[in-house]
């Protein structure tokens, strides 16, 4: 039931409080007097009332918890591999992987990294307005900035003001930032778009090849915006798409040619006249695997926070790269079954002796995939309960799991219990990934949604949101 505090307004009469169902609400709803049905109720005639009330959002089942120092070495571990003018830019897309878009991107600065890699422009801009503000504790304004997903209706005026260095990978992207950068002034004002042109050397996805001809155009457009002061060729890159498979012969030669093609490119653009500050092509398993692919700058994501880009043939722990995430969640219920039991929907797990499953309070509206339930031929995804590891028994609900304790336990309701954590003895985020037939990106991005972050050694800012633990 969420807390309601309600005050009438000048000249009402106070028994006007509104009544109804006041506990199917939004976590944060004001009303203003104009009808709002979801609150589940309306006001009595014109005259209004102003309840304004916050559900207990504080309560939470989960808990994550993030350790910043890992991010840190883990990103200082990354750059020794590196030669002394090759930067590194520290991938911070999707909230982090989970991990808090601003504490980890300070985490990563604070390593070594000197540039911050996101998607999403949201993400771009939000983190500008962080590393400009004056309550760090050390200046981080002149961090650069790379974002490369964007529509036709991004606001590309305010990617210029912030200083962003953008990806283009069409011939409208180009003719965007340009008008853009025309509108505020161009080079004069200080608005001149730095734009890193994407080479798709065999990965499928976004960037220029040499089918037609819209490469050609694409450096013509850029040049004749470069003379105007609107635009300059800051950078030139690629992603490679089977860098982390060092033991499949195919993958590796596969990855040597986009390299080789990706040289191909850069050499075309320099014999055009343009002078690229900027090379880049590798993410996490390029920057470890392949040093003649590191160039000038490396674009590390799933490292920084510990984890391989593919358990199965990088061995992360080899790098001294340490896993920073801890996923616990709350017990609600623990109770005794007998032999023989279904769990869950569709009975595809039975007990097979008198035991006690214990109710853990996530699912997959949660996160937690389905994928991730076990049946009576294939365990479930790990679950450390006390010092006992035991498995998800049946499958995964949109709000809750359940796990076959065993027969003897001293578990009970409120016990807090391990999903994955940074210490060799609780399971692991790869874990967690095999038994749902997936990667630990999609674990990491999806499990943290909803739960409340708490952070090792947080940096000092009165930018942070407040945790709530």
């Given amino acids: ?25 939004s976590p944060r709803v004001t ?11 309306m006001p009595r005639g014109d005259r209004g009332a102003t309840p304004c009330y916050t559900s207990n959002i504080e309560h939470f089942p989960a808990r994550v918890t993030v350790n910043l120092d890992a991010i840190s070495n883990n990103t200082a571990r990354v750059k020794s591999l590196l ?66 997903i964007y529509g036709p209706d991004a606001p590309f005026s305010s990617m210029l003001r912030a200083q962003l260095d953008v990806s283009v990978s069409t011939l409208w992207e180009i003719e965007k930032f340009a008008a853009a950068a025309r509108h505020l002034g161009g080079a004069e004002n200080g608005h001149c778009a730095r734009l890193h042109i994407k080479i798709d050397t065999g990965f499928g996805r976004n960037g220029f090849t040499n089918v037609g001809n819209d490469f050609e155009k694409a450096l013509r457009l850029i040049g004749g915006f470069q003379q105007e002061g609107l635009v300059v060729l800051e950078g030139i890159w690629s992603h490679l798409a089977n860098a982390d498979s060092p033991n499949n012969l195919g993958a590796v030669q ?29 993410a996490s398993a390029g920057t470890l695997l ?25 061995d992360a722990a080899k790098f001294g790269l340490q896993p920073a995430m801890k996923l616990e969640v709350q017990m609600n219920n623990v109770k005794r079954v007998h032999a023989g039991e279904g769990v869950s929907y569709g009975h595809v797990y039975h007990t097979s002796e008198e035991t006690n499953l214990g109710i853990v309070p996530l699912g997959y509206a949660d996160g937690i995939l389905r994928s991730c339930g076990g049946d009576d031929q294939r365990a479930g995804a790990p679950v450390l309960v006390g010092d006992k590891v035991a498995k998800i028994a049946g499958r995964v ?22 999903l994955f954590g940074f210490q060799n003895w609780e399971p692991s985020v ?35 949101p407040k945790v709530i633990v």
């Fill in 1 to 25: 039931m969420p807390r309601i505090h309600w005050t009438p307004r000048a000249g009402m009469d106070p028994r006007d409080k509104p009544k109804g169902d006041m506990g199917r609400t």
């Fill in 31 to 41: 009303w203003d007097g104009r009808l709002a049905p979801a609150l589940g109720f």
């Fill in 83 to 148: 030669a002394e003018n090759t930067e590194i830019m520290g991938i911070v897309k999707a909230n982090a992987y989970g991990h808090g878009l601003l504490e980890s991107a300070h985490a990563m600065l604070k390593g070594g990294a000197s540039w911050l890699g996101v998607a999403k422009i949201s993400e771009a801009l939000q983190l500008r307005e962080y590393l400009d503000a004056d309550t760090l504790e050390c200046s981080h304004s002149n961090t650069r900035i790379f974002s490369w």
């Fill in 254 to 282: 596969k990855t040597r040619q986009q390299n080789e093609l990706f040289q191909e490119y850069i050499a075309y653009v320099e014999n055009a006249g343009f002078r690229p500050k900027y090379k880049h092509i590798s």
């Fill in 290 to 314: 392949y040093p003649e692919m590191r160039y000038n700058l490396v674009r590390p994501g799933i490292a920084l926070y510990g984890l391989s880009p593919n358990p199965d043939e990088i």
């Fill in 397 to 418: 609900c949109m709000d809750q799991f359940m796990i076959d304790i065993g027969p003897e336990t001293s578990a009970k309701a409120g016990d807090w219990v391990t």
């Fill in 430 to 464: 790869n874990e967690w990934a095999k038994a749902g037939g997936t990667i630990s990106y999609e674990i990491l991005s999806k499990t943290t949604s909803l739960a409340p972050i708490r952070y090792i050694s947080a940096p000092k800012t009165g930018m942070l």
